[in-house]
């Protein structure tokens, strides 16, 4: 059984207020005076450092974006030292990214300022509350994630979720 169309409309609110902080994570790093590291591309990076050394490709699928704008985010990245780009030993037209040390490091400290704010902006929950709360964003995440892919798959018969699938 699905939940009520109207009662996930109420959702709508919620989510837009979180896409909007979306904007001040784009502004970090100018707030911090920092600004070496832009929010589009610490996305990417992030995804590098979690998941390790990943074709193009498929993190512009997994990241539902075109391949030009992983490519662009890429390079970026990859001008500061933070990633490194080779060719994959099977097919070398295919460009394996990977963090590199550099990139780790700024990854683990944008990731550190992060969650010194987000303990701040919630000072008023216990944690209980917060890993309720980091639960059901994960839990909405996959299901919205796995949603979009099925959708992309009905409107574009040349995309595939069987590529590149984590």
């Known amino acids: 059984m699905q939940p009520d169309a109207d009662l996930c409309g109420e959702l709508l609110t919620p989510l837009r207020a979180l896409i909007g902080l979306k904007q ?18 610490a996305g990417l990076l992030g995804e590098l450092v979690h998941c390790g050394e990943s074709p193009l490709g498929e993190l512009a699928q997994h990241r539902i974006v075109d391949a030009s704008v992983v490519s662009r985010q890429a390079a970026q990245l990859e001008q500061a030292g933070m990633i ?10 295919i460009s394996l990214l990977s963090a590199t040390p550099v ?7 944008l990731e550190r300022e992060k969650k010194e704010w987000l303990s701040h902006a919630l000072r008023g929950w216990n944690d209980s509350e917060v890993q ?17 892919h099925e959708l992309l798959e009905h409107t574009d018969p040349t995309h595939s979720t069987q590529e590149g699938a984590r």
């Open 132 to 148: 309720q709360l980091t639960n059901l964003l994960h839990a909405a995440s996959r299901d919205l994630r796995t949603a979009a």
């Open 24 to 41: 001040l994570a784009s502004h970090w790093g100018a707030v911090h005076g920092d600004d070496t590291l832009p929010y589009a591309a």
């Open 84 to 93: 490194a780009r080779r060719p994959d030993p099977a097919d070398r037209r």
């Open 103 to 109: 990139g780790e490091q700024a990854f683990a400290a």
